[in-house]
């Protein structure tokens, strides 16, 4: 499959009618003709400027009025304790923070926030590995049998899925998130909500607030104000990703009774006009989103988001290659795969370098600690669908459209070599789903489609937000309209399939 012509022909077509109408939906399917991909990429500087015509974006949203007390509450708006913008700026507790001061009902020995992941077999999940992503304790060093303990703690599992402690971060691969207590010699899993109150009892500190509302699927704030005693319980101070764009949050106030009941007290949307929404390519497995800098301009921020997420995308394909060739993949696909790695590297200086001449704050990547082991091939398969077949795809695409957009030159420039790039790895991606789909059973191959269609439509809404008047102008971003039309060509050649 021949990506790069589809692109190409797909951004001309759209550019074209934008000038002539305004605003018209792209129907482009993909070429077939074999067109030289250079062709449509040797643009001028004066013609970029003249595609460059784009109908203005739409005005913001006015803000709430009184009327609407019950809307999301504007992030630019007031600054108020229950709900303003700077109760959002503290950092996100870690997994060590939030066993960090627990007064559970009874005393504990050694306490596991663990987390495992699951690999389909015979239409079922079964654990592949284990990490324990944080702990406090001796974990069997002072028991009468230490080895009869250890065994103990590593059969200490969850069935999957657990209902506590969901997702937060992006896409990752089946997993269960749970405690594992040990008191003398018994071994507990707290894997569901009950689980977890009767493990905690009354909710009588700021740490027992914290880790329920984290089980709730939010992500509490560890800043000193972040967690406060009110009559009856705590309020919390959290935040959780606009999925799929790992910039943007909606923030909340959350109520927490001594009971253990959580209600959000206001929500807040925390949406950056100036960010746009960081749609990457290929994400490892645990990313966490860049942390930034108060009052980063909109251009900066976005070219140091780049960075981040292409020096992301290094061990990425890394991975990719190793577990292709471990289970016997052909060797073209493993050997494209270390191809894109390297790409990514290149795309990593080139941005590295923007970056220093916009005065953008780096940041190198981190991820959260997991089993580097193969994965499955539903699992290789699941991630593929969603980080190739989807972002990495549209990334290509996007890329395509900058480049012809941009009027920024350096960024002009760019966006055309990495369109070249992440064209091919694009076609890459497709190519592991053709390998894939052969050595999958019907109810796997279900999985792996109802993932890829799950991952468009967050891509869908996602993109509804139109970025700056700089991002657009200067970077070359699509406002809303014509994001959403390259989504739909997408969506319509590629992915309805």
């Not at 699927?217 to 005693?229: H, N």
């Not at 993109?463 to 102008?473: C, F, K, N, Q, V």
Request: aromatic share 6%; with cysteine.
């Amino acid at each position: 499959m021949r990506l790069r012509p589809f692109f190409t022909l797909t951004v001309s077509t759209l550019l074209a009618s934008s000038a002539t109408a305004g605003f018209a939906a792209c129907s482009s399917t993909p070429s077939g003709d074999g067109t030289d991909a250079a062709t449509a990429t040797e643009v001028s500087s004066d013609t970029a400027r003249a595609d460059n015509e784009l109908p203005p974006p739409p005005p913001p949203p006015p803000p709430p009025s009184d009327a609407q007390s019950d809307a999301p509450v504007d992030a630019r708006g007031d600054a108020r304790r229950d709900g303003g913008p700077e109760d959002f700026t503290a950092q996100v507790c870690s997994p060590a923070d939030l066993l960090t001061g627990l007064a559970p009902a009874q005393p504990f020995d050694y306490l596991e926030l663990r987390e495992t992941l699951y690999q389909s077999i015979d239409g079922g999940f079964v654990p592949s590995s284990s990490t324990a992503l944080a702990s406090t304790g001796a974990p069997c060093s002072a028991t009468a049998d230490p080895a009869a303990c250890n065994a103990a703690l590593a059969a200490a599992l969850a069935a999957f899925p657990t209902p506590i402690f969901p997702d937060v971060g992006g896409f990752r691969l089946p997993n269960a998130r749970y405690l594992v207590v040990r008191r003398g010699g018994n071994v507990q899993v707290v894997a569901t909500r009950a689980d977890l109150l009767s493990f905690l009892g009354k909710i009588d500190s700021p740490a027992d607030a914290r880790l329920l509302v984290r089980a709730d699927g939010y992500q509490p704030l560890c800043g000193k104000d972040s967690t406060r005693a009110v009559p009856g319980g705590y309020e919390v101070v959290a935040k959780r990703e606009k999925q799929p764009c790992i910039n943007q949050y909606e923030g909340f106030v959350l109520s927490v009774t001594e009971a253990g009941v959580v209600t959000q007290k206001s929500r807040v949307d925390l949406t950056d006009p100036d960010a746009g929404c960081a749609v990457p390519g290929r994400r490892p497995e645990g990313l966490l989103p860049r942390k930034g800098a108060p009052g980063e301009e909109a251009v900066a921020r976005w070219i140091a988001t780049m960075a981040h997420l292409e020096a992301a995308s290094v061990p990425a394909f890394e991975r990719l290659a190793l577990e292709l060739g471990a289970h016997g993949a052909p060797l073209s696909l493993v050997r494209e795969a270390e191809r894109a790695a390297q790409d990514e590297i290149r795309h990593t200086r080139l941005f590295t370098g923007l970056a220093s001449k916009h005065g953008a704050r780096l940041e190198a990547p981190v991820c959260a600690d997991v089993d580097q082991a193969p994965r499955s091939l539903e699992a290789i398969a699941i991630e593929n669908a969603v980080e190739g077949c989807v972002r990495e795809t549209f990334g290509a695409l996007l890329a395509e459209w900058q480049g012809r957009t941009a009027l920024d030159g350096d960024l002009r420039s760019a966006s055309r070599e990495v369109a070249v790039d992440e064209a091919r790895h694009a076609e890459l991606a497709w190519a592991v789903a053709r390998w894939v789909d052969g050595l999958l059973d019907d109810e796997a191959r279900a999985r792996v489609s109802l993932a890829r269609d799950a991952a468009v439509d967050e891509l869908r809404l996602a993109l509804a937000e139109t970025p700056s008047a700089a991002l657009i102008t200067s970077a070359g971003l699509p406002d809303a309209p014509h994001a959403r039309a390259l989504l739909d060509a997408c969506a319509t050649a590629l992915w309805a399939a």
